[in-house]
């Protein structure tokens, strides 16, 4: 009867999380990112925004107390117009980053541990043909041809951003087929199912963990982009939408639309670019001292 290597992590080598490192940058951030989480989520349940679409006050009304930001050039409150943007943000980079990093990772490790078979070689194809399309003509083609269609952003960024993640997990999963509790199993004649799943899947999880973070930031910079060319689903307000509708707004000396929507996309973009390198310098072997 065949016994499966062990394999056990050793629990007092775990990195600290973020927040017990102390960096004040990084605590920054995560209050940061907390505050956007805030409003989108209260934005999701119906608690701020819903003047985002409707003409409450005067056009190019100034700061208030019933509007915090003032008005756009037809009456909407800007501060609940940002607060849906954050709320599309989010959907957009969680769903992206989601199942862009669950493609790119289960088609990374098995092309990795089929090394030279046939599920690598079709990857292998993929990857060249999908990474051959220039980015914003992939996603603009498919997003021109779903004409809006609900998940089409989302879906063009998924196919643009998996490869990324692939790439990373086949050369993490070449290194580890060569591992001493891999190669163990693997003589001892254990299914692959469960070699991948047991041992393969768990010590890729720091690349995965680390590129949803980073397909995550990816993914809201091109929403905003996409929505800012007019590509955009249209189901939601988008920080790219406000941009575009202020662009006039800047030329009559109206500053207030476009740089809450242009700054709360650089906070949160630069909140998560710190959180991402700490991520990784926490999760990384060659930092973190597991090697």
């Known amino acids: 009867m065949n016994s499966e ?20 940058l990084t605590r920054s951030a995560l209050v940061l990112l907390s505050l956007f989480v805030l409003l989108g989520v209260s934005t999701w349940f ?51 980053a989601l199942l862009a990093t669950a493609l790119g990772g289960a088609l990374g490790i ?21 990474d051959a399309v220039p ?16 998940g089409t952003i989302v879906l063009a960024l998924t196919l643009a951003f998996w490869t990324g993640t692939a790439r990373l997990v086949r050369a993490e999963t070449l290194k580890l087929r060569e591992t001493g509790f ?7 004649g254990v299914a692959d199912w469960k070699i991948l799943t047991r041992h393969v899947a768990p010590n890729a999880a720091h690349l995965l963990l680390i590129q949803g973070t980073i397909t995550f930031v990816a993914a809201v910079k091109s929403e905003v982009v996409l929505s800012f060319l007019g590509l955009g689903d249209g189901r939601g307000i988008s920080w790219g939408q406000m941009i575009a509708e202020s662009s006039q707004d800047v030329l009559a000396g109206h500053f207030t639309g476009f740089v809450v929507a242009s700054g709360s996309l650089i906070l949160l973009v630069t909140a998560l670019n710190v959180i991402t390198d700490d991520l990784q310098d926490s999760l990384d072997p060659r930092y973190s001292g597991l090697t």
């Open 5 to 24: 290597p062990a394999f056990a992590v050793d629990l007092r080598s775990a990195p600290p999380s973020l927040w017990r490192q102390g960096r004040l």
């Open 182 to 188: 891999v190669l163990a199993a693997m003589t001892q």
């Open 46 to 96: 119906g608690l701020w925004g819903d003047a985002a679409t409707t003409t409450t006050g005067l056009l190019h009304g100034p700061a208030s107390m019933e509007h915090w930001l003032g008005t756009n050039a037809i009456g909407q409150d800007i501060a609940a117009r940002a607060s849906a943007g954050a709320a599309t943000a989010f959907e957009t980079g969680l769903a992206v």
């Open 135 to 150: 980015f914003y003509l992939l996603v603009g083609a498919l997003a021109y041809a779903a004409q809006g269609a609900p």
């Open 110 to 130: 098995l092309a990795g541990y089929y090394h030279r078979r046939w599920p690598d070689h079709l990857v292998s194809w993929l990857l060249a043909v999908l």
